[in-house]
């Protein structure tokens, strides 16, 4: 609890543009809950370094990801919405839960396979000690609720061992964090490998719907989604191109794959395909036209940047000084 609230914290990278999967399975959520908790949305840059990045290039896409956050409906104003790399903090808490945390552990992350084998000229230490930093940026809000896609699951497991580990040695220091996962959208997957899920990193432009694309776009991406030749509209795990569609359609319209497989009985994938294209467009109509807003008012932005870092570190240097309290850090002189 912060201010007698509950507390939400979630974030996304800056490693690419934004995809209806990350939309979906995360960005959607915050919104729903944000009146709720008092929601700390990192823009969390320091973990896209583990990967590398253009410079120029990744500083553009924080800040457009940044007014996506708001373009898709957060309020700046009440929701704490900064950059991670402004909040030093981060790399503070990371380096001393680092000190809790087992390589086994970190070796059993699936991420860390995942990535070691996209890029494995560059298998960095920050690329294993990722999930470590993802703890700290969960504890140091001492977040009661974490909304993210099925992903991101095992690191949130590991943020509870880690944090009921220092609890158990020093007292109730941080806040258990649980999971929270959308009823639908939880993995939005390839449109074009239906078996992989759909990344911001995909390097097929097709596989994937990125929050920027305009509708003709999006339609020509949902008509070219693989399927299968078996031409009956089913929800099962056989036909895995059709059942991400339909996931994404359950997503984007809030019903449930039985009341879609009613709905297009009889008719044939193209129909199918055409009622997704619309429906993502409906969706990402109003976000494209509040992304435009903004990028017009610079100076609000700028300023929001400014404000949030301070609030985001205000509450962080909180929980850091009291665990560097507890682990035998010598007090700072006033
Ligand atoms: N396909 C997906 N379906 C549902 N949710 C998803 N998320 C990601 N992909 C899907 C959720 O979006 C948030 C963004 O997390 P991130 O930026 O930290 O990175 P990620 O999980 O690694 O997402 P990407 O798109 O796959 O990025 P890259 O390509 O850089 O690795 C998280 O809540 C995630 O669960």
Excluded at 22 to 50: P, Q, R
Aim: net charge neutral; aromatic share 8%.
């Amino acid at each position: 609890m912060l201010d007698g609230k509950k507390v939400l914290f979630s974030g996304m990278q800056a490693t690419g543009n934004l995809t209806i999967g990350n939309y979906l399975g995360a960005l959607k959520n915050w919104v729903k809950l944000s009146d709720e908790y008092m929601c700390f949305y990192g823009v969390v840059d320091m973990h896209s370094i583990t990967v590398r990045q253009d410079p120029a290039e990744l500083r553009k896409r924080a800040r457009s990801l940044m007014m996506l956050y708001i373009a898709a409906g957060l309020n700046p104003e009440e929701a704490c919405i900064y950059y991670q790399s402004h909040v030093s903090a981060h790399a503070e808490l990371a380096w001393i839960l680092n000190c809790f945390t087992y390589m086994g552990e970190l070796n059993r992350m699936t991420q860390f396979k995942d990535k070691s084998a996209k890029h494995a000229d560059n298998i960095n230490a920050g690329l294993f000690t990722y999930p470590v930093l993802m703890a700290a940026d969960i504890l140091l809000y001492q977040a009661d609720v974490v909304p993210v896609g099925i992903d991101q699951s095992q690191h949130l497991e590991l943020t509870r061992d880690i944090a009921i580990r220092f609890n158990n040695i020093y007292g109730d220091v941080f806040t258990i964090p649980d999971i929270y996962l959308g009823k639908a959208g939880a993995k939005i997957m390839s449109l074009q490998d239906p078996t992989k899920k759909m990344s911001k990193s995909d390097e097929n432009p097709n596989a994937s719907i990125y929050l920027m694309d305009d509708e003709d776009t999006v339609m020509r991406k949902c008509k070219r989604a693989v399927t299968d030749s078996e031409g009956i509209i089913m929800y099962r795990d056989e036909q895995p191109g059709l059942k991400n569609l339909i996931d994404i359609y359950c997503a984007c319209k809030d019903v449930t794959p039985d009341e879609v497989v009613k709905e297009f009985d009889g008719q044939g994938y193209g129909v199918l395909k055409e009622a997704v294209g619309n429906a993502v467009n409906d969706l990402l109509r109003p976000l494209h036209d509040n992304y435009k807003k903004l990028e017009q008012d610079k100076a609000y932005v700028d300023q929001l940047i400014k404000n949030n870092a301070e609030k985001a570190s205000y509450y962080a240097n909180k929980t850091l000084r009291k665990v560097q309290k507890k682990v035998g850090f010598p007090e700072r002189p006033r």
